[in-house]
Structures are given as C-alpha cells and as structure tokens.
C-alpha cells in the first residue's frame, strides 16, 4: 500500500505515460565532475533549451525554455544515464545539427520557428520508426533465445530524439511553469474524495 | 556530551533504558517515562527533531535537481537500499547506505534500514491492522513454531490503548479475523474499489475487501492535538516526515510526549555493544555503549532494560552480549537465539482493467492507499496444500491517456488536457512465512563493523510454502477479478530477496517453555527477568498484518507489566 514501484511513479508524474518508462528502468554510471563539465557546456544547453521549446512552445502557458529544460536535461544525462546513453544524447546534439544542415542548409539554431519544427516532427517520425523496428528485433531475439537461462537481452539505446523528448516531457511538466501554469498543481490538497465527476477537457494534475 | 556526567556513576545510572528510538522504542520511552522512571533512550544514529530535521518536507517537485531520481551512482553504490520503493530523492537522507553498514548475506537478503532518532517509523508505509485468534493460535493449531504465549484477549486494551494515542483511521468492519478497533473516520474507497468490495461481499463467503487502515490522522482528537499533531492534509508525501504531525512516527508523537514529561534522556550517536549481565545479583545492570563519534566505552545503568534495535539488531545484540551465565548469546540457553527469523512474502502482483464509472474520477489523494482485503484462506479450516495465508492490497485508479505523437502546440495540448483512460485495479500479496529454525542470523566469526561489532550474518530464504501460497495468490485474485468483470488481468511474480517486505521478525520468539523460547508472555527475557523484547524481534509467528501496530501493543502491554513487577520488587 502507497508502495509504488518506480514505474508507476512515473506513470503518475507523466499521467501514465509510457514514453519515459524505459528510461527510468535503465542504469547510469558514475560520473565525476571533470566528465560532468565535459559534457556540456552554455552552448549546449541553450541549444536543448530550444529544441525543448520547439517540443513543447509557448502557447497559453510558457513554454519548456521559461522553465530552463535544457539545464534540466544536462542535469539528467550528466547524473542519470549510462555512458553508452550519454554517447548516444551527446552525438545526437550533432546528429540534429548534421539533419538541420541537410534539410536547410543551416544550423538549428540559425531555422525559423516553423522550420525547427518542420525538422523536429521528421525526427520524431524517424524516433518512433526506430523504436518499433528496435523493439521488434529485441522480441525476435529473445525468441529466439527462448530457453537460454544466460540469456541477457542486448541493452540498445534509445534514439536520441527520444531521450530529448523523453527529457522535455518530464523536465517540463516537473518544472514550475509546467506543474503550475500548464497543468494543475496542489502542494496541500488537504482532502481525498473518492468519487467525483469526471469533465473531459479538465487539465491533468501535476502530482 | 559533557551534561551526561559521564565521569561519574550516578550521571550514568537510570530508572530505565531504552535501546533503540523507533516505532517499538519510542513506546517504550513514552510509557516508562509517563510512570516517572529517568529514561536513558539510546540510538545509535543521529537526532531527527520532528519538523526541524525534514529537510525535504516542504520542496516543490521543482526543487529536486533530478526530480526525485537518484542519481546513477548513489544507485550503483547502493544496490540493496536502492530497491527499496521509498529510497528516493526526497527521503534518500534517511535510509540507510549499503556500505556505510555492511552485513553478511549467506542468502540474499535486503536489509532496509532508518539509522537515526525515529528509526524506521519516519518513512513506513503506515498501515495498521489488529490481530486476532486466528493469528496467535496459529502455531499451535498448525503445527509450526511454537504456540504464542499470548491471546487476542491479553493484547485487546493495549490495541485500543496505542490506537487512540496514534490516532488510526478506519472503518468498523466487524469482520472476526480482523478486530475492530479505536478508529478516527476511514478514508472512503473510489468508485471501483467499492464496486469490488460490494461484488466480493456478494460473492464469496468470508471474504472481504475494507478501506485499509492507516495511522493518519483524518480527524484528530484532543489528545493529538496534545501532541503537537494537526490533521493529515493527503500530501502523501509522509516519507519526508510531516509537518503536520499527520501520521504516527516516533518523532512527531511519542518521543516529544516522553521529553516532555523531564523523565527523558536522548542519547543519539550511541551504538549498544552489549548488555552488561551481573552473575552475583543475577540479572542485567546496564549496557556498555560505543560512542559512535569519538568511539569511548561508556556504560550505562538502569533497572531495566528495554531492546528495540529493531528486530535483526536486537538478535545481534543479544547475541553479542555474552557472560559467563551466557556463553551463547544474552538467555540464549535454548540455543534458539537468532533463530526462526520470517518475514512477509511481497513477491507477486495482480494488474487489471474495468471498463465502468467512467464518468467518475478521483479528486484529492487517499493517504490509505486504497483497499484492504484480510486473509481469507485457511482461516476457519485448514483448506490448501500451504499453511497460513495472505492478506491482499487493492487499489483502482485512472490515468490520463496521453497522445505522444509529433512535437509543439498540438502535443503540449494533448499531453496538458489528454482524457482519462480507463480504471486500473491494482493488488499485492502480503504473505505469512512460516519461521523455521534453519532461517536464521548469526554473529560473522571474523568481520567486525567500524565499532568492533561482529557483523551480522543473514540466512533466511523463501520455502516451498512461500512457493504454493504465491501460485494460490495469484490463482485466487485472478479468479475475483475475473468474475467481477475485471479485463486484461497481468498477475506477475518477481523474485524479490526476503528484506524487501521491510517485515524481519522473530528469532528472540516468545513462548511458554523457556527451553524453546527466549522470552515469556510478557516479553521478559525467560532467564532474565529486568530485560524486556518488544521489537519485531519477538514474533513467534508473522501472520500477514503489517507488524507495527503489534509491536505498539505489545510495547506498551510490557512497559506497563514492568513497572508493576518494580513496585512490588520483582525486578
């Protein structure tokens, strides 16, 4: 009771998104500071301030720069992922720049904001074509196993706009600006109410 | 330390000590000290203050760097701590690290820990229900153990009397198995939750399913209000320590109650390395304390004693505290000491759907967690092929159903605004292990801790028991939730190491015979009457209720016995 395991408490933070739970499953290793502040830099997080924003813009609320996501995601993948997973988020930071250059000639920071998320929706398409083919083969070799008690399923990273992605969605809506000014935040609900209407259209709560 | 006067006999000499600061010892301490005994509490962690020690009682979700993740390497250092369902960002600061206190796991076994004044009663799960007959007559009537020296109708009152100061929320169920207690308003089931409640009442003969009982404070009364404590405000964040004093922890009720009586002396950084037994006057005179700072030998005297190291360190202690009378460990002369350890089988889980009430939701957050279903099998009959049975949680709740496709204004307005999914319903099995003497811990005959205290060696592994009773779970739910309608069902089954139940008990059991026991219906040591058990570690059998409240009773039930025996010079 009240002993949620880790997944389900990602669930509730992301209103029972799945998107995030394999990144909360999977490991990251130690890292010490030199690595840490080898890893990224202001440019760095300015430009993941702006795919963050791209991701998730302004519109009644802020959007995921007013909430500094980028730091947030430097934060995460300097603490919380595994080397294999930082190689993959930091050649991404370039791969998206390579993408932008062959779409538009130009670097992402320098597109339009209709651009960027011209180039962001085809990433995101190229993401989730990538994680459907990756989770196919996992199951074809598993299968494939079937039977090998030493058997350990091979641990491929994510596509890199998936953890940007993934990032974003938890960075934002665990931020100020997104638990308050987009969704509903209540520190002290001071009461449970077991059975209420359900209005459809009503914003999610934070927590 | 200086204001102990630990330079002379008389600073270091009490009416009572206690060993331990948590769920059992902070009883302990508030009862002697209620009767007027100088209480000498010893804790080998840290002081927590209530309140002014939470240092993460009142951050936003935004004021955790990872937003409550632990870090990769805190989790890579810490491997067994980090299993354990609260060890996060918000309550890491009170859980014990792996390596800062090793122990030997002959078998794997997750050893969860809360080394600090309040012990573990800060970040437990808060869930209290009574005992009954069908518990305490257990061994006897099943053929294991040995039979609990007590019965429902010696710990009755002393329920009701920890009820009433803790203040616990519940319904009067009148269900026999699981006694009604002294209850504040219970938190109400949702809409899914009662319909099942309903079907199984309708459906099946004694079975039940009950709003859980929790130690929260949904209405208090005056006499929390005396505490210090205010209503429970459904933060459920409880395992930071609450402000409010809304659920029962040693630190916002009865450790501040003893202090306030002037009879309470908290000694923190105080590791227990012995009780001091005296062959001449045939009884225990005090302990012998390492600071664990400055590493001194202080000993300390009293009366009585009482140990609540929480159940596998009062084994080690007793264990540890040899004399010519005990070679074998503090009134180990059954050679049970250490023995008939158990704990609660937690390792199978049921996950389902119900397509109904789908123009109702939830509004608020249940600190209760939901539902409580009582065990139901092999209550009035032996009836399967295991002993004993399991008593299950039940939750239904709704999650949003988010649209990820795609990136900017249209994403942000299907993930701020997605519609609710269906209900899922939720339980866990909590099963009763039975003790058997080849579970068991032990002094290490060679590694010692930073205090020159032997570590302790854990041997304890599920049974073909644990093996039947899972199958039975799962078979049994899956067959309720099938016929009320319930879709998809998942049972999954893990492999999680004993520990992580967080419900070690036994091995200094109680008992009638002091050749099979180590202590007497009154949680005397049997061979040495001024010692008193009232942790986890007594438990002759573990039933399937979540301990604490037990201990509570038991704890209170004692110190009361103990100061009579003092007034008419017993002890």
């Known amino acids: ?207 | 330390m200086a204001n102990l006067n630990t330079d002379s006999v008389k600073g270091r000499t009490f009416d009572a000590i206690v060993i331990g600061s948590g769920m059992s010892g902070g009883w302990a301490a508030k009862e002697l000290t209620g009767k007027g005994l100088k209480t000498l509490m010893l804790e080998r962690g840290r002081d927590v203050k209530h309140i002014k020690d939470y240092p993460t009682t009142n951050m936003y979700p935004w004021e955790f760097e990872h937003r409550g993740e632990i870090p990769m390497d805190v989790q890579e250092a810490n491997p067994v701590v980090n299993r354990c369902y609260a060890f996060r960002e918000d309550a890491e600061h009170f859980f014990v690290k792996d390596h800062e206190h090793p122990y030997v796991q002959q078998k794997p076994f997750d050893w969860i820990r809360g080394y600090q004044v309040g012990g573990k009663s800060l970040m437990w799960a808060r869930q209290t229900q009574r005992w009954s007959d069908f518990d305490f007559e257990g061994p006897a009537r099943d053929g294991f153990a040995v039979d609990w020296p007590i019965r429902y109708k010696d710990i009755d009152l002393w329920y009701s009397y920890v009820e009433k100061f803790a203040g616990i929320a519940g319904n009067r169920d009148g269900i026999p198995e699981l006694p009604d207690g002294e209850f504040l308003p219970a938190y109400p089931l949702n809409d899914v939750e009662d319909y099942f409640s309903k079907h199984v009442k309708s459906n099946y003969k004694n079975r039940h399913v009950i709003s859980a009982r929790c130690a929260h404070l949904s209405k208090p009364n005056q006499i929390h209000i005396d505490q210090g404590r205010t209503q429970c405000e459904n933060r459920i964040l409880c395992q930071r320590g609450c402000p409010f004093g809304g659920y029962f922890s040693a630190n916002s009720s009865t450790i501040p109650w003893a202090l306030k009586s002037g009879n309470l002396t908290l000694r923190p950084f105080s590791v227990v390395q012995s009780i001091i037994y005296d062959d001449k006057l045939g009884k225990a005179t005090g302990v012998r304390v390492i600071d664990s700072k400055t590493k001194d030998v202080i000993e300390y005297y009293a009366r009585i004693i009482f140990v609540n190291a929480a159940a596998l360190n009062t084994n080690l202690l007793l264990l540890n505290s040899t004399s010519s009378r005990f070679p074998n460990g503090f009134g180990n002369d059954s050679g049970v000491l250490g023995k008939y350890v158990a704990f609660h089988n937690y390792s199978a889980h049921i996950g389902a759907e119900y397509d109904g009430f789908k123009d109702w939701t939830t509004d608020g957050r249940n600190p209760a967690g939901g539902g409580y279903i009582p065990r139901f099998r092999n209550v009035y009959k032996q009836e399967t092929d295991f002993l004993r049975g399991y008593a299950s949680g039940f939750s239904a709740y709704r999650f949003r159903q988010h649209k990820y496709d795609g990136v900017g204004a249209t994403l942000k307005e299907n993930l701020v605004k997605g519609d609710l999914g269906p209900w899922y319903v939720g339980s866990h099995m909590m099963g009763e292990t039975i003790p058997k003497e080849n579970n068991f811990v032990s002094l290490d005959a060679k590694q010692k801790d930073e205090w020159g205290v032997p570590l302790l060696n854990i041997s304890v592994d599920y049974d073909d028991n644990d093996e039947k009773m899972k199958k039975d779970y799962v078979e049994q739910l899956s067959e309720m939730f099938t016929s009320a309608g319930f879709t998809n069902i998942r049972p999954s089954t893990n492999h999680q190491a004993p520990g992580l139940d967080i419900h070690e008990m036994g091995g200094a059991r109680m008992g009638n015979d002091p050749k099979t026991s180590v202590l007497n219906k009154w949680n005397q040591v049997h061979t040495c009457k001024n010692v008193f058990v009232t942790d986890g570690a007594c438990m002759t059998s573990t039933s399937c209720q979540n301990p604490s409240l037990t201990y509570m009773a038991l704890t209170a039930r004692a110190a009361d016995h103990a100061i009579r025996e003092m007034n008419k010079g017993n002890i």
């Open chain 1, 1 to 207: 009771m009240n002993r949620r395991d880790a997944i389900g408490r990602v669930a509730l933070i992301m209103g029972g998104a799945v998107i995030g739970a394999d990144f909360f499953l999977s490991g990251c290793k130690p890292n010490t500071a030199t690595q840490v502040s080898d890893l990224f830099d202001t440019n760095h997080v300015a430009f993941l301030n702006e795919v963050a924003d791209t991701i998730l813009p302004t519109t009644s609320s802020p959007g995921a720069k007013a909430a500094n996501v980028g730091q947030f995601m430097a934060v995460m993948v300097r603490d919380c992922y595994t080397p294999e997973n930082q190689k993959t988020f930091l050649e991404g930071v370039k791969k998206l720049d390579d993408a932008s250059q062959k779409q538009f000639s130009s670097k992402f920071m320098d597109l339009t904001p209709q651009q960027r998320t011209e180039l962001l929706v085809a990433l995101d398409k190229e993401q989730k074509d990538f994680t459907t083919k990756r989770n196919k083969d996992m199951e074809a070799d598993m299968l494939k196993h079937k039977g090998d008690a030493k058997y350990k399923a091979p641990n491929t990273p994510n596509h890199y706009f998936r953890m940007m992605k993934e990032l974003t969605l938890l960075g934002y809506f665990t931020s100020e600006v997104g638990a308050t000014k987009a969704l509903r935040y209540i520190a002290v609900p001071g009461r449970y109410d077991g059975c209420v209407p359900y209005k459809k259209g009503d914003k999610a709560w934070a927590t």
